[in-house]
Structures are given as C-alpha cells and as structure tokens.
C-alpha cells in the first residue's frame, strides 16, 4: 500500500506541475520568440550536462542509502575551496558549449556567464534537497518543491523580465531556484548540517552520475545539432511538439521513476522481479493507448496549446508520440537496473542511444520525418535492450 500511495502523491504533483509547465509554456509561447525560446532550451539541455560535475550522482546515493535527515559530507564536499572551483569551471564549460551551439557573443555572453554561475548553485541545491526529500519519503514537499519551481521560473519571474529576452528567462529561472532553496532551509524542511554517521565515495557516486549523464547526452543531441541543419525555429517547433508527447512521460513516467528507484532498491530479488513486470505491462500499455489518442488529435492539441503559427509543431507531434511506450518503459527499466546494481549495463546501454541519436540526426539532413521514425525505433529495441538483459540477470 505504501509504494501505490507514494506513487499516487507523487503523480497528483507531477501532474500539478505539468499543468503549471503547461500553461507557463503556452504562455511564453506567445509572448517570447521562437529564437528565444529556442536558446533556452539549448541551454537548460546543456546545463543539465554540466551541473552532474558538481553533484555527481550524491542525490542518487543518499536516496539508495534510505533515510537520512541531513546532506552527507555537505561541508566537505560542498562548502569547500574544491566545490567553487568545479562550480567556476562548470559554468565555463556551459557558456563555451552554448556559444559554440548558438553563436551568441558579447556582452549577452558575459550576462549568461553570471547567471550560469547562479543557475548551477540553486539546480545543486534542488539535485541534493530532492535527494534528501525523496529519501524520507517526504513525496509531498519535494512535488511542491518541484511544481513551485515552474510556478516562479515560467509563470512570474518571466513576466518581470519580458523585456530581455534571453537573460529574462534565465533570470527566472534562477531566482526560482535560489529563492526555493533558501525558504526550504529557512523553514527546516532541509537540514544542511553533516551527517558523518555513512560515509561515501566519489567513485561510488559516479557509479550513477555516468549514465544520467550518458541519459541526458543522448536525450539532448538533437537539441545541440539540429539548429545547424534545419534552423533555431524550426527546432522549437521539433521540440514543443515533441514536449506535448512526453507530458505523459514526465507525468507518470517521472512518477514513477522517483518512487519505484528507492522502493525497488529495498525489495527482494523475487518482489522486485514480481513488481517490475507489472509496471513494465503497464507502461507498454499505458503509452500505447495515449500515442493513438495524441497522434489523432495532434492539430487540436498544438492549436489549443501554443496557439497559431505552431502548424510545424503539430505535424511533428502526430509521428513522434509514438516513442511514449519506449520512454515510460525506459523509467520503469532504469530504476529496476540502478536498484539490481546493474549500472554498468545500463551505462553502455547509454552509448547504443547516443548511436541512435547520431544515425537519426544524420538522416535530419535528408528529412525530419526520417529523423524521428529513427529516433523511434532504435529507441524503442534499446529499451527492449534494457528490458531483456534485466529479465536474464534478476534472480527469480
């Protein structure tokens, strides 16, 4: 009964927050440009790399590693010379990725840099308080931590800043983050003291910070190459329409992700052997259904969402959906790998996506069609991949 309520509390805030994202895209949709809009999201894309040098996959452990009320070795890891200094040279690598990617210079450069700096302090602090919080089984303040994020970044912040295009954005971002981060301290949701009761390793960290990072390479690619061969606007309407099929996936496939990795982790091999081909039945099933639904009515959905002008984005939605069923699985896999401490599988498993991304992107030249049934297919057989190699090697 405790997994099935975790899952249902964590689904109702997932949800909420897709329903703020919802509205806080189709709000942005119309007010920033396509360029704009664009940059951000090549950013956040590279980011999201760059920030795992800085945590390193300590979230993951301290989640494996049960209940915990404080951040382990947070002083020495985190309040150190060593820390400010990956955190300077983070930052750097981020702006010479994204200027390489976008061809942005000058001054708005030196602007992004400061706000990079920013950015990854306050995503480290939400990477390690989300730890915190999901390994006390504290559902409910990290779904309000994470809804509120999209609520402040999307929603408000964004509306002060209209003016500035790009560095608006990012500034909402970041004071969402900072802002969270110290109310959440402030009212003792998240204790910062150190926990020198269970020590742990760098290397044992990576052991999972390697994958996600692999994870999100792969994810990202077409982010970073797709400009350069069919434009920024064109790649936006790639990716709002591809963002409207995963609404699913970051609803419930998110959901799942965050309950079933520490409940999994705490099973039998014979309960979780059990359990995970339920929730793999179910994931098959469930994505399929909503790919149809989504595919017929892609038109409507995009008309309604992003508003006119966004035709692109709909063609793109009524093919590309149908990777749903593959990306609610991959959550599902994912957490059965980490939790059987299978990571060196699921971390080569990794590499086969980045080839994927690759030989679809190679197609972009010829065609985007061609590009996503690609990306849909060799997707699809990797996770089936997944799947397979955890069936032979979980002890029934």
Same mark, same amino acid.
């Given at each position: 009964m405790t997994i099935l309520k975790n899952i249902n509390v964590t689904l109702a805030f997932t949800f909420a927050r897709i329903v703020c994202? %919802?509205?806080?895209?189709?709000?942005?949709?119309? +007010? %920033?440009?396509? &360029?704009?809009?664009?940059l951000l999201l090549l950013f956040l894309a590279i980011s999201r790399i760059t920030e795992l040098f800085l945590v390193a996959g300590d979230n993951n452990v301290i989640i494996r590693d049960g209940e915990h009320t404080d951040m382990l070795g947070l002083k020495q890891k985190y309040y150190s010379f060593r820390f400010l200094l990956r955190l300077i040279l983070a930052a750097i690598?981020?702006?010479?990725? %994204?200027?390489? !990617? *976008?061809g942005i210079k000058g001054i708005i450069l030196v602007s992004i840099f400061i706000l990079t700096l920013f950015f990854l302090i306050g995503r480290s602090c939400f990477q390690l308080c989300a730890g915190i919080l999901i390994s006390n089984n504290k559902f409910v303040l990290f779904g309000l931590y994470d809804a509120l994020i999209i609520v402040l970044s999307q929603?408000? !912040? *964004?509306?002060? %800043?209209?003016?500035?295009? @790009? &560095?608006?954005? $990012? &500034?909402?971002?970041v004071l969402a983050y900072i802002i969270l981060a110290m109310v959440y301290y402030s009212l003792g949701l998240v204790k910062l003291q150190t926990d020198n009761r269970l020590e742990y390793s760098r290397k044992d960290s990576w052991r999972f910070a390697r994958p996600e990072l692999l994870n999100i390479a792969a994810r990202s690619l077409d982010t970073y190459v797709l400009p350069s061969i069919i434009g920024v606007e064109m790649m936006v309407s790639y990716k709002r329409g591809y963002s409207v099929g995963e609404v699913l &996936?970051?609803?419930?496939?998110? *959901? @799942?992700?965050l309950v079933l990795f520490p409940t999994f982790a705490r099973m039998s091999n014979y309960e979780r052997r059990k359990m995970g081909l339920y929730f793999c039945a179910t994931a098959i099933i +469930?994505? $399929?259904i909503f790919s149809i639904i989504i595919s017929t009515y892609s038109h409507e959905i995009i008309s309604f969402y992003l508003g006119d002008g966004w035709e692109e984005a709909a063609k793109v939605l009524s093919v590309v959906v149908y990777i749903l069923p593959a990306r609610l699985l991959a959550k599902v896999v994912g957490s059965l790998l980490k939790a059987s401490d299978l990571l060196k599988f699921l971390?080569?498993?990794q590499y086969l996506l980045i080839i994927v991304q690759l030989m679809a992107l190679g197609c972009a030249f010829i065609d985007l069609a061609i590009f996503i049934r690609v990306l849909i297919i060799g997707t699809s057989a990797t996770i089936l991949l997944q799947l397979t190699y955890w069936l032979r090697n979980s002890n029934s």
């Open positions: 994202q %919802f509205i806080g895209t189709a709000y942005m949709s119309r +007010v %920033f440009s396509k &360029t704009d809009l664009g690598l981020t702006c010479i990725l %994204f200027y390489l !990617f *976008s929603l408000l !912040f *964004s509306r002060l %800043f209209i003016g500035l295009g @790009l &560095t608006g954005l $990012l &500034t909402g971002y &996936t970051n609803t419930l496939g998110r *959901s @799942l992700a +469930v994505g $399929l971390e080569r498993t």
